[in-house]
């Protein structure tokens, strides 16, 4: 009949379709890991600030104590700039500021103020930066509240490389919030570049920068240009000749590497007589197969190739789950437990020996 046989036609579609896709989606993760693996390391607890521009517990704050500590100027000898009730403010010619530590990969949160009574014009009102890295990297500091420049030398900028997506800047005098992302370049054995710098910003919680990546130093005038560098470098606030205000000012360092993901572990190829013996329904799960291949289903829209580790286990090929069956003398699995961690434990006798696609019929 041909609305049996239109039926059939959904079925066997809607299982090429399914087994089709979740061969392509469900591929080993880029990461070495199989989603939700129960063995992959926590992430390390930290209290956060009480509020989004407060330092967490794992940040190093840079602007805190009643005296200032830890900055210098670019020799490395006291700065001239002015600090008080934790407030830093840039002094002309007294030069760039810079921490005496040093950071790599950082997440940096800078609050500044550009001063009350607007001065000059275009890159000469309320002037300063954040500079990373031994200050070849600057993302701008300037007042543009009604003050245009050249676009990628505004507020939020990378300074003469990228403009910022959008200008978020307030008035003269306001406060204003810097949260930003750095990554330093990594450089190959010979010299040569092997990943740009790349910097996120938010400028007043508005994103400025979306991992945007350096071609080399920021430099007035010129297209800087990478030259290999290892370990880390200063921060620093840039002496641009305009009394630019800063406080409230942590960091923390990123990590630049992330856990070890396992081996993976040893598969064996079936004989189809072999694949045969899995095939069939245990309690609430389904072991079917296609194209000389093992499937798991356990809720009709998530379908899981299996890997074949030994006669009596198997696991899913890019999520967490595992399974181990019980054979009789003739090989054939009487029984499979295993655990999937969406949806937890499972344990079943084996019901039937049909594969599901035919008994859909
Ligand atoms: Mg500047």
């Known amino acids: 009949m041909r609305l049996k046989k239109n039926a059939q036609l959904f079925f066997f579609t809607s299982f090429v379709i399914l087994f089709g896709s979740q061969a392509n989606v469900l591929a080993q993760l880029p990461n070495g890991w199989k989603a939700h693996d129960k063995n992959r390391p926590q992430p390390k607890v930290i209290s956060p600030g009480e509020q989004a521009n407060q330092a967490p517990s794992d940040a190093i704050v ?54 009350t009574r607007p001065k000059g014009k275009g890159q000469a009102r309320g002037n300063s930066g954040v500079f990373f890295f031994d200050a070849d990297y600057e993302i701008q500091v300037l007042d543009n509240y009604e003050n245009e420049t050249y676009a990628d030398g505004t507020v939020g900028g990378l300074y003469g490389q990228h403009a910022p997506l959008v200008n978020a800047c307030r008035g003269p005098g306001q406060w204003q919030t810097y949260d930003i992302i750095f990554r330093k370049p990594r450089f190959n054995e010979d010299g040569t570049l092997k990943t740009p710098a790349r910097i996120t910003a938010m400028l007043n919680g508005v994103l400025v920068q979306d991992a945007a990546e350096l071609y080399g130093p920021t430099i007035w005038l010129q297209a800087g240009e990478y030259k290999k560098k290892s370990g880390e470098g200063r921060i620093s ?45 245990f309690g609430p799960v389904k072991i079917e197969e296609t194209d000389g291949k093992l499937f798991f289903t356990r809720h009709p829209r998530r379908t899981f190739l299996l890997q074949v580790h030994s006669l009596t286990e198997m696991s899913f090929e890019k999520t967490a789950g595992e399974l181990s069956f019980k054979l009789d003398d003739q090989g054939e699995a009487i029984s499979c437990q295993g655990s999937i961690d969406a949806t937890g434990n499972f344990k079943g006798a084996r019901k039937n020996t049909q594969p599901a696609n035919q008994s859909d019929d």
């Not at 805190?64 to 008080?84: D, I």
């Not at 990590?255 to 040893?266: F, G």
Request: glycine share 8%; aromatic share 10%.
């Open 62 to 115: 840079l602007l805190a104590s009643e005296k200032l500590t830890g900055w210098s100027n670019a020799k490395g000898n006291p700065t001239k700039w002015k600090y008080s009730d934790g407030v830093l403010e840039s002094v002309k010619n007294a030069g760039s500021i810079y921490t005496v530590e040093k950071f790599g990969d950082c997440q940096l949160h800078v609050e500044f103020a550009t001063p």
């Open 237 to 281: 606030l840039q002496d641009h000749g305009n009394p630019v205000r800063y406080r409230n000012i942590w960091v923390r360092r990123l990590a630049e590497s992330t856990p070890t993901p396992p081996t993976p572990r040893p598969q064996m190829e079936l004989t189809a007589t072999q694949r045969k013996n899995y095939v069939g329904q």
